[in-house]
């Protein structure tokens, strides 16, 4: 069943959560962007009171790779160029290309890599236990 009323507009929503990342509360950013309270506790909640993970992956260093680099590199690889030409398209260096194609790409893939699983995979390994 589809959803009523107006289409969700993921640029307000992204401005919403960067908003309150950055410490505003709820109210003040709903206030601040002309939108209802109601709104924005909805968001929050469908999101369990974390940030969307398009907004995570903006607010990620550069020093790591992010979806869309693992995604090119998951189509040059099956364009069967070599990790110093991947490398150099991307404008990353030949060891980080290296590193992340042995470390995400598992037997079982049979020697494919897939860039979303490959992330996937990433983020799982950066998750530290918490308290």
């Known amino acids: 069943?589809?959803?009523?009323?107006?289409?969700?507009?993921?640029?307000v929503e992204?401005?919403?959560?960067?908003?309150?990342?950055?410490?505003?509360?709820?109210?003040?950013?709903?206030?601040?962007l002309g939108i209802g309270r109601k709104t924005?506790?909805?968001?929050?909640?469908?999101?369990?009171?974390?940030?969307?993970?398009?907004?995570a992956e903006?607010?990620?260093s550069s020093r790591f790779l992010s979806l869309l680099e693992r995604q090119r590199i998951a189509t040059l690889r099956?364009?069967?160029?070599?990790?110093r030409a991947i490398a150099g398209r991307l404008g990353r260096s030949p060891s980080t290309i290296s590193r992340e194609l042995r470390r995400n790409t598992l037997p079982h893939d049979r020697g494919a890599y897939d860039g979303d699983l490959a992330h996937a995979?990433?983020?799982?390994?950066?998750?530290?236990?918490?308290?």
């Open 1 to 11: 069943m589809a959803r009523r009323g107006p289409k969700r507009r993921l640029d």
């Open 14 to 32: 992204s401005e919403y959560w960067r908003l309150v990342l950055s410490g505003v509360g709820t109210v003040g950013a709903c206030r601040v």
């Open 40 to 55: 924005g506790y909805r968001w929050r909640a469908e999101n369990g009171g974390l940030p969307p993970v398009r907004v």
């Open 58 to 60: 903006s607010a990620r």
């Open 78 to 83: 099956a364009q069967g160029l070599g990790v």
């Open 121 to 131: 995979r990433a983020r799982q390994r950066a998750r530290r236990p918490r308290q």
